[in-house]
């Protein structure tokens, strides 16, 4: 649900160059016979993309004569993704326009593959196709998997479409503080209502379908024993103005630069709440690990 920069490189040249490494000279013949056919579908794919229209794509419509579907995957696997290939530098530019090199779908685990946005055994003929590779990490991959939704409101956000699918100001993340004996954080979706109902669905679904809730809760975990043992020396006693203030400040230095930061939803939940500011700091406190 973050923006990602889109490929520069076409599906014309990633056909062709797949077609290149291809040492059966028959299927090298039909791989380049196919490129504007490729360069077509990947059109139709980028209109889809944009107009958040990809719940209605079908296999049919990406059809590449000449090429079976066994095929298709097979430039995929043998030429795009494999190292030394000739079509590995398409591959590694995908990549590199992972945002802070970091997942496109949950910014916290380090992007090192790339996902078929519509999954390569459902639509076999986007196989190759960069506008359809996304950075990712291998959790939310793996969460991923082969499924694929056909409901308009299960639509995945497509990281190519956007700023203009979800404006960067939009808020989508929250948290809320937990009372106990060690103060937790968690994490819920809970989209602007400035933005369209279609899109708010989009959204709280990506966010379960990715289980972004329990990662952020984790992760947040050791940082927040951080954050009350830093405020409890800075603050002893029980100093709710000056701690909500700080956090606030750090909340806002996060939120500035991504309204999603999940940092800085955490300290904006953690400033507001009458609980932690007055004792839950200095409650529990987690001895330190090595």
């Not at 996902?115 to 459902?122: A, E, G, K, L, S």
């Amino acid at each position: 649900m973050w923006a990602v920069k889109t490929p520069t490189f076409t599906a014309s040249e990633s056909a062709s160059a797949c077609a290149k490494g291809v040492r059966d000279k028959d299927l090298r013949a039909r791989a380049t016979k196919s490129v504007d056919q490729f360069q077509a579908n990947s059109v139709t794919l980028q209109t889809a993309i944009h107009t958040q229209a990809l719940h209605g794509v079908t296999s049919a419509q990406y059809k590449v004569a000449g090429l079976s579907d066994d095929e298709l995957k097979a430039l995929y696997k043998g030429q795009l993704s494999r190292q030394n290939s000739k079509a590995r530098h398409l591959y590694d530019h995908v990549m590199s326009n992972a945002l802070h090199s970091l997942c496109s779908y949950c910014q916290y685990g380090v992007a090192n593959t790339l996902d078929h946005f519509i999954p390569i055994t459902v639509v076999p003929g986007l196989a190759i196709d960069l506008w359809n590779l996304v950075p990712a990490c291998d959790r939310c991959n793996k969460h991923l998997l082969d499924a694929f939704d056909y409901a308009a409101e299960h639509q995945m956000l497509h990281p190519y479409a956007m700023p203009a699918s979800v404006p960067p100001s939009a808020r989508w993340l929250r948290a809320a503080v937990h009372p106990g004996p060690v103060a937790a954080v968690s994490f819920h979706a809970d989209p602007d209502s400035s933005l369209d109902d279609l899109t708010r669905a989009r959204i709280i679904h990506q966010f379960t379908r990715l289980d972004l809730g329990v990662l952020f809760q984790v992760v947040a975990a050791r940082e927040l024993s951080g954050t009350c043992r830093n405020l409890a020396e800075r603050f002893p006693g029980g100093k709710p103005q000056p701690v909500a203030a700080h956090l606030r400040e750090l909340s806002d230095d996060a939120l500035a630069a991504d309204p999603n930061d999940r940092r800085g939803v955490m300290y904006e939940a953690l400033a507001t709440d009458e609980w932690f500011t007055t004792v839950g700091y200095e409650v529990g406190i987690e001895p330190a690990t090595g």
